[in-house]
């Protein structure tokens, strides 16, 4: 992920933000409020302005590379200037945010609680469904299983400590495999980081659901 911070004064009334060539998955914060998910199909949000400076936030998630046709190489992240109407945004500060390299220090740090903008697909709801969830869950022999988040929406999950993977709603893969190493006897820490629906479900099954099976068929020209 990276974030990237701007501080543009956007005038009053309602205006259209535009995120000219975001090759990934945005995530668009003003002044801590969220105002939406942009990609390359979506690329425009609706921002609404006072005259007065706001921050603007764009933490742009990467979905990695097409290793596959015309898209090989392509550059990925946010590459296209941001616009507020017709008035290109400037002045950016853009800041990595490594977390394949987070310890398990890093981590819990960032579950500590403390003031942070609603991850909010609805801003007007006021409520703050995204964010991070922690669980600990106490395994007597540890074994293989595979984790579900029903009613999440995406996001990743580390395993005392361990990024294991990332969750999506659309699938078509519903569970992440956990082998039995990553666990301990006794006590086990799950980290959830939402970034747009929590649910209130973590399940532990001992079976994969990795969607329908689908026969290949190579076919020559």
């Known amino acids: ?13 309602e205006h259209r933000l535009i995120l000219a060539d975001v090759r990934d998955r945005a995530l668009v914060f003003a002044d801590g409020t969220f105002l939406g998910v942009a990609d390359a199909d979506r690329p425009e949000l609706t921002v609404r302005g006072t005259g007065a400076v706001v921050r603007l936030e764009v933490v742009v998630e990467s979905l990695g590379r097409v290793n596959y046709g015309p898209g090989v190489g392509g550059h990925k992240g946010l590459l296209g200037p941001v616009l507020i109407d017709r008035r290109m945004v400037q002045g950016w500060d853009s800041t990595p945010i490594a977390l394949q390299e987070w310890t398990d220090a890093d981590l819990t740090r960032a579950t500590a609680p403390a003031p942070a903008p609603a991850l909010n697909p609805d801003p007007a709801s006021g409520s703050a469904p995204g964010g991070f969830a922690v669980a600990t869950l106490h395994v007597e ?10 009613g999440s929406g995406r996001g990743l999950v580390w395993v005392n400590g361990f990024l294991l993977g990332r969750h999506w709603d659309i ?15 006794g006590e086990n820490t799950v980290t959830v980081l939402e970034l747009e629906r929590s649910g209130d479900i973590l399940e532990l099954r001992d079976h994969p659901e ?12």
């Open 210 to 221: 990795l969607g329908p099976a689908e026969e290949y068929v190579e076919e020559f020209a």
């Open 141 to 150: 022999t540890p074994a293989d299983t595979f984790l579900a988040l029903p």
């Open 1 to 13: 992920m990276v974030l990237h911070t701007a501080h543009p004064r956007v005038p009053a009334g």
């Open 171 to 185: 699938g078509p893969q519903v569970t992440l495999y956990c082998p039995a190493p990553l666990l301990r006897t």
